[in-house]
């Protein structure tokens, strides 16, 4: 699948994976945010957001944390509008704690603000907006810094920060990655898809090809 294919269309053949073999995670999907409820959170971050980011927020709405709907891989859960702008906030917050005492946090922080998207910043930028979370406190972000990689999707981790690099160039690029793999039954960035009772759940393969971990390809 190529990388340009349109998010709404990997999505569509996302979802409709989930209707056909893991209905209970279908089942946990919420409605979307309207456009104006989008354009309101974008505004509230006071830093531009892709088109594609804009999209990806009105094509679901998170889902049930109850049911922990692990739609990505790594047993990841896409965020709602709102709980995105809510993780955003408490990495920021908990990183001007962890700054605040260290000058050379604080200036780290500064230079990353005016580098291009994609570049290892090694601390939490308003630029960074939130996808999904997992359960041990590693999110994957948009971002939006300018640049040619504007819109890239990038981990973010307790400890290692962003260092980990790139996931992928791009939402659309990482639901068509996901989508292929779901319909192959391939792992996914080392994780196997699997379904028990009804659910979606990715199980860790170390002895996965290389070419299935679904990173950033040029």
Known sequence: ??????????????????????????????????????????ESTG??????????????????RDAWAAVLPGWSSPMSLSRSLEEQRTWLEVWEDVAADDE????????AM???????????????VPLDEDQSGE??????????R?????????????????GWWSIAQMLSDVADHLQQWTPCR??????????LRWEFDEDADSDSHCLARG
């Open 150 to 166: 504007q819109g890239c999707v990038t981990h973010w981790m307790k400890h290692d920060f962003d260092h980990y690099g790139l």
């Open 104 to 111: 050379d946090l604080v200036e780290r922080g500064v230079l």
């Open 1 to 42: 699948m190529s990388t340009d294919t349109p998010l709404e269309t990997s999505w569509v053949r996302i979802t409709t994976w989930l209707l056909a073999h893991a209905p209970a995670t279908a089942a946990a999907l919420h409605p979307p945010a309207s456009a104006q409820d989008v354009a309101r959170a974008e």
């Open 139 to 148: 999110v994957l972000f948009v971002d939006c810094r300018p640049g040619p």
């Open 114 to 128: 005016g580098q291009h998207a994609g570049e290892v910043a090694g601390a939490f930028l308003p630029f960074f």
């Open 190 to 199: 080392y994780w196997r898809p699997q379904v028990e009772d009804g659910a």
């Open 47 to 64: 830093v531009v957001w892709p088109q594609q980011l804009r999209t990806w927020f009105g094509l679901h709405g998170g889902w049930d």
